[in-house]
């Protein structure tokens, strides 16, 4: 195999591979609301607004409470994967966003949590609110996860 050949398969085989990598992470988490929520599922960008305070309200539920949206600590493996998926931004410029954001005095981000559990613990005690966490952790009856559609 000439040398060119070689270089070619391994471009091709890490090209792949990283996509491959790319494709499992829309797996490594899910997004949770509290148990009374009506919503089973939402658009992405609906809940990107929601993460960004540009949404408020919940407006499929009775009443329309206020979304009470709840973060992972920044620089989390689960928090990466959520805001490359849900924002399709870097968390880079998520952190830009919420710095012109809070100088200007148009808002704070939402709150974060150092787990899941604790992000569990947030969602279970309000009811319009929304947060993520890794795929697989169990959900108690007090939260369900919400579907994300694309």
């Given amino acids: ?30 997004i949770i609301v509290h148990a009374t929520n009506p919503a089973d599922s939402l658009p992405r960008e609906v809940v990107a607004k929601m993460f960004r305070r540009q949404v408020k309200r919940w407006k499929n539920w009775p ?31 998520l952190r830009t966003f919420w710095q012109r954001k809070v100088h200007s005095g148009q808002g704070a981000p939402p709150p974060n949590r150092d787990s899941d559990q604790g992000v569990i613990e947030f969602v279970s005690r309000m009811p319009g609110g929304i947060g993520y966490i890794r795929a697989g952790t169990a959900l108690p009856d007090t939260v369900k996860e919400l579907k994300l559609e694309d």
Avoid at 17 to 24: C, I, K, S, Y
Avoid at 68 to 93: C, I, N
């Fill in 63 to 93: 009443g329309k409470p206020r979304v009470e949206p709840v973060d992972q600590k920044f620089g989390s493996p689960t928090r990466m994967a959520f805001t490359r998926e849900v924002h399709q931004w870097s968390l880079r410029y």
């Fill in 1 to 30: 195999m000439k040398a060119y050949e070689m270089l070619m398969v391994f471009f091709l085989a890490g090209v792949f591979g990283l996509n491959a990598v790319a494709q499992e992470a829309k797996l490594e988490f899910r």
